[in-house]
C-alpha cells in the first residue's frame, strides 16, 4: 500500500473514475484547524461506497478522498489494519465495515 498516494476532491467526477474492486478508502474534511478524518472503511467495492458518501450522509464541506485497492493478490485485512492504526481513533469513530 503507497502511504503517499494522491488525495483527490470528493465529487462525483473523481469518484467516477474508482474501479468496482475490494479496498479501503480515506475521506478527511479540511478546515483552518486542519483535516479531520469524516469516514475510513473496507469494502468490497470502492467504487460503489464512495458513490453512497457523496450523499449519504451528506459529508462535509471541503471533502477529500484516498483509496486503495485490494486486488485478490492483497490481504485487505491487513492493508486495513495498517490504515487504521495510523489513526487515533476512539472506539467506532468514523470506522466503516
Known amino acids: 500500500m503507497r502511504a ?3 488525495w483527490l476532491r470528493f465529487t462525483p467526477e473523481n469518484v467516477e473514475g474508482v ?3 475490494q479496498g479501503i478508502y480515506e475521506i478527511c474534511n479540511l478546515s483552518p484547524e486542519g ?6 472503511g473496507k469494502v468490497p467495492n470502492l467504487h ?3 458513490v453512497t458518501r ?7 464541506e471541503n471533502c477529500y478522498f484516498r483509496y486503495f485497492e485490494a ?4 490481504d485487505i485485512d491487513e492493508m486495513a489494519g495498517k490504515l487504521f492504526d ?4 476512539r472506539a467506532g ?3 466503516e465495515e
Open 4 to 6: 503517499d498516494r494522491d
Open 19 to 21: 474501479p468496482d474492486t
Open 35 to 40: 483535516k479531520k478524518l469524516w469516514r475510513l
Open 48 to 50: 460503489k461506497r464512495l
Open 54 to 60: 457523496l450523499t449519504e450522509p451528506p459529508p462535509p
Open 71 to 74: 486486488g485478490v493478490s492483497h
Open 86 to 89: 495510523s489513526y487515533n481513533l
Open 93 to 95: 469513530e468514523a470506522l
